[in-house]
């Protein structure tokens, strides 16, 4: 069960959204965080799920009236969870099992979040969207993948995809790989890659139904558009794409306008 407890976080209450501490478990009975921006105004009101990226700092919500509440989640060891973090470095954690995987926890983690958001009386369920960058792209296809409540999703410089082609082209995360195999002499490169399949975002992209925009940074180092487009290319439903040619690891913001427009057209949001 997830026995959500909110705690009031006043000093990021003053302008138009009650903001609160959210604490609920999630698989494994692991307590995961975010941050609620509940609206002030009243009615029922569609909802931004935000996932963060990789290792990325706890960050409050959108805190001036913009139509939409808001939900940040960190996933488990990270972010608002990392004092707890008995993961290491993530994604190489459970690399011996698929069921011990770290992201099998974490997947799970982006789907409580939906949970959280579709049970607060304020919220309208069918207007749900989700959004974030690096590893919150790829965990917004996650959750677009797994969850037909996502009606709207926004990922840019996704993370997470193409592993065997991405580790060819990048120096990062394929040197945490190589610690690994360091430190574990039996583990193989065969072996690895399998595990990795099952939590590989453009596997995962075809059960996407709902409407998806992506922005890209052409000159991306981290996450390179070959992976960005290896997961879109996927993606069966209504799509379309931004790229930025001067971005590295970042899109403009012209994007997020785009995303913003995207949101409201898709979920009916005048």
Not at 57 to 66: A, E, G, I, R
Not at 97 to 103: A, I
């Amino acid at each position: 069960k997830p026995d959500y407890k909110l705690t009031p976080v006043p000093e990021a209450s003053k302008l138009d959204y009650n903001m609160y501490l959210v604490e609920m478990n999630s698989f494994g009975n692991e307590l995961i965080r975010g941050y609620y921006a509940q609206p002030k105004k009243e009615g029922k009101h569609p909802v931004i799920v935000e996932y963060m990226g990789y290792g990325s700092q706890p960050h409050l919500p959108n805190q001036t009236w913009d139509d939409f509440a808001y939900f940040v989640l960190s996933i488990r060891g990270q972010a608002l969870n990392l004092p707890e973090n008995k993961y290491g470095t993530w994604i190489t954690y459970g690399l011996d099992n698929k069921d011990n995987y770290y992201y099998r926890g974490a997947f799970l983690d982006v789907v409580r979040a939906l949970d959280f958001v579709s049970s607060r009386p304020e919220i309208d369920a069918d207007k749900i969207a989700v959004r974030g960058g690096s590893q919150g792209g790829a965990l917004s296809f996650v959750a677009a993948s797994l969850d037909k409540r996502v009606k709207a999703a926004a990922p840019n410089i996704p993370f997470l995809s193409d592993y065997r082609d991405y580790f060819a082209i990048t120096h990062w995360p394929r040197s945490d790989f190589e610690e690994y195999m360091r430190t574990h002499p039996e583990a193989q490169w065969e072996n690895i890659y399998s595990l990795l399949t099952y939590f590989d975002i453009k596997n995962l992209a075809q059960w996407i139904e709902c409407p998806l925009i992506m922005g890209i940074g052409v000159q991306d180092e981290v996450c390179p558009p070959h992976i960005n487009f290896a997961a879109y290319n996927q993606v069966r439903s209504e799509k379309c794409w931004m790229a930025f040619p001067q971005f590295g690891h970042s899109v403009g913001k012209e994007f997020y306008d785009a995303q913003m427009a995207f949101f409201k057209e898709k979920l009916n949001v005048k």
